[in-house]
């Protein structure tokens, strides 16, 4: 038997570094689409793209580990 097949019909347990690599996915979400809303918030001298920024980031991270962890 290969060293990374499971004995049994169950689920195979994820690497450990999993859940550091699915962390950062979803703080670079955050970062990078926040940052980006600021930056449209301090050039345009509105307040709005902002929330809006961190809520897509969010949202686009969350369905980036899904389609890497969970449906795979």
Not at 30 to 40: D, E, K, R, V
Not at 44 to 51: A, D, E, H, I, S
């Amino acid at each position: 038997m290969e060293p990374d097949q499971s004995n049994g019909g169950g689920a195979k347990t994820p690497p450990p570094g999993d859940a550091w690599t699915a962390l950062s996915y979803l703080l670079s979400g955050f970062l990078l689409f926040g940052g980006i809303g600021w930056g449209l918030d301090a050039l345009l001298g509105t307040g709005v793209f902002l929330p809006v920024g961190l809520l897509f980031g969010g949202a686009a991270s969350l369905y980036l580990i899904y389609i890497r962890y969970v449906k795979s």
